[in-house]
C-alpha cells in the first residue's frame, strides 16, 4: 500500500515562529501536494511539485514556501507564522495520470 | 477557473437507507475527470469513486454510484445502503485532464449515518 506519511498530527505554535511540515512518501511518486482545509472552504491547493528541486504556486501560496530536496520528501515551510494559518494541512502525492494518496493531515494551531 | 459547489453542508441518513449528495461544478472544459473523496474522523482521505466526462456510463463501486449529467454539469453521489462507516465529510472535486493532478475540491458534505 502506498503511504503518505505527516510528521505530526497536531502541532501548536506561536505567532512569527517559523514552522516546517513535512511529508514522506515511499512509492517513488513524481508529483507531491500541500491542500490546506478549512471548514466551510473545502481543500484548497498551496503548492504542488512534479519534480525534485521543482515547485509551482497553487492558488493560496501568500505565506508559505515548500521544499523539495528529495523524491520521497516535500515540505511546507510558514516563514513566520500567524494566526489567520491556524488549519489542517494535508498533504498528498501521486504517479503520472494516477489517484492522489493522501497523509493524514496536520492540525496546526497558532497561537 | 473550474469552480465545484457542494450546497449540502450536512445531512444525515437512518443506516441502511440510501442517501444522496449533490455536487455541481463549472468549466469550459470539454474532457474533464470527477472524483468522490471520504474523509473519516481518521482523517485519512480516501476516493471513493471515479468518472471520466467522455465516458457516458455512470461510474459505479459497489454500494457507491453517480449521477452524472454532463450537460447539466451535475455530479451526485449515490450510497445505498448506507453502514455507519461511512459516516464522515466527502467531498467532489474535479481535474481538467488526468495529465494534471490539480484537483479543485468543493466545500464538503458532512454525511452522518444514524444507528
Known amino acids: 500500500d502506498v503511504k503518505v506519511t505527516q510528521s505530526s498530527r497536531y502541532l501548536v505554535k506561536r505567532t512569527g515562529e517559523k514552522v516546517f511540515l513535512e511529508c514522506v512518501q515511499d512509492?517513488?511518486?513524481?508529483?507531491m501536494f500541500w491542500y490546506r482545509q478549512d471548514p466551510g472552504l473545502g481543500l484548497r491547493l498551496i503548492y504542488f511539485?512534479?519534480?525534485?528541486?521543482?515547485?509551482e504556486k497553487g492558488d493560496i501560496p501568500e505565506g508559505y514556501s515548500v521544499s523539495r530536496e528529495k523524491k520521497e520528501r516535500f515540505s511546507l515551510i510558514l516563514e513566520s507564522a500567524s494566526t489567520n494559518q491556524t488549519s489542517m494541512y494535508l498533504c498528498?502525492?501521486?504517479?503520472?495520470?494516477?489517484?492522489?494518496?493522501f497523509g493524514s493531515g496536520t492540525q496546526l494551531s497558532v497561537l | 477557473a473550474q469552480t465545484v459547489t457542494q450546497s449540502q453542508p450536512e445531512m444525515s441518513v437512518q443506516e441502511a437507507e440510501t442517501v444522496t449528495l449533490s455536487c455541481t461544478y463549472d468549466?469550459?472544459?470539454?474532457?474533464?475527470?470527477l472524483f468522490w473523496y471520504k474523509q473519516p474522523p481518521s482523517r485519512q482521505m480516501i476516493l471513493v469513486i471515479r468518472?471520466?466526462?467522455?465516458?457516458?456510463q455512470n461510474a459505479t463501486e459497489n454500494r457507491f454510484s453517480v449521477n452524472f449529467q454532463k450537460a447539466a454539469k451535475s455530479f451526485s453521489l449515490k450510497i445505498s445502503d448506507s453502514q455507519l462507516g461511512d459516516t464522515a465529510m466527502y467531498f467532489c472535486?474535479?481535474?481538467?485532464?488526468?495529465?494534471?493532478?490539480?484537483?479543485?475540491f468543493g466545500t464538503g458534505t458532512r454525511l452522518t449515518i444514524i444507528p
Open positions: 472535486a474535479f481535474v481538467p485532464n488526468f495529465g494534471n493532478e490539480k484537483l479543485t
Open positions: 468549466t469550459s472544459e470539454s474532457n474533464y475527470y
Open positions: 511539485s512534479y519534480d525534485v528541486k521543482m515547485k
Open positions: 512509492m517513488d511518486h513524481e508529483n
Open positions: 498528498a502525492s501521486s504517479s503520472l495520470n494516477e489517484k492522489l494518496f
Open positions: 468518472q471520466e466526462a467522455y465516458k457516458q
